[in-house]
């Protein structure tokens, strides 16, 4: 199995059990070994009372994409810690893309930036997500990494 088809394949098992990012209408566009995209549309049930996006929404999008690059070489991998900064409010009706790319993974944990844009390409959010795996792959006799 290629590194992308590994990635894919951790990819398509985790979707199947992710309720939270499919009930919040995300959508995942792209996956690559350390790598990840993930859309979602802002919806009214995701604005706070400013009538901007609700910060934990935006959080949510980047930790799904975060999740998703994090665990392309078929070693379950959690999250350790993250943190967001927002940029600029998102609003109602916005079709939001959190990109993940991996910055370092050395032994069990991993660093990934995630930023979210506007369709237009503005950032609204930077993402940072510090990962550490787990003793369980997705795939038995994958070949883990």
């Known amino acids: 199995m290629t590194p992308q088809e590994l990635a894919q394949a951790c990819a398509e098992l985790m979707w199947n059990d992710d309720s939270a990012s499919q009930r919040l209408g995300m959508t995942?566009?792209?996956?690559a070994p350390g790598q990840a995209t993930v859309k979602m549309t802002l919806t009214d049930q995701m604005t706070n009372g400013h009538g901007n996006a609700h910060g934990g929404y935006l959080f949510t999008l980047a930790d799904s994409a975060f999740a998703f690059a994090c665990n392309t070489y078929n070693q379950v991998t959690v999250a350790q810690h993250c943190s967001?900064?927002?940029l600029t409010?998102?609003?109602?009706?916005d079709r939001l893309t959190a990109t993940a790319r991996e910055v370092s993974r050395k032994g069990r944990?991993?660093?990934?930036?995630?930023?979210?844009?506007?369709?237009?390409?503005?950032?609204i959010a930077e993402f940072r997500g510090h990962s550490r795996t787990i003793n369980r792959t997705f795939l038995p006799?994958?070949?883990?990494?």
Do not use: F, K, Q
Request: no cysteine.
């Open 28 to 31: 995942l566009t792209h996956v």
């Open 84 to 86: 967001i900064t927002y």
């Open 89 to 93: 409010p998102g609003a109602l009706g």
């Open 109 to 123: 944990s991993g660093i990934y930036d995630v930023r979210i844009t506007r369709e237009d390409g503005t950032a």
């Open 141 to 145: 006799h994958a070949g883990d990494n």
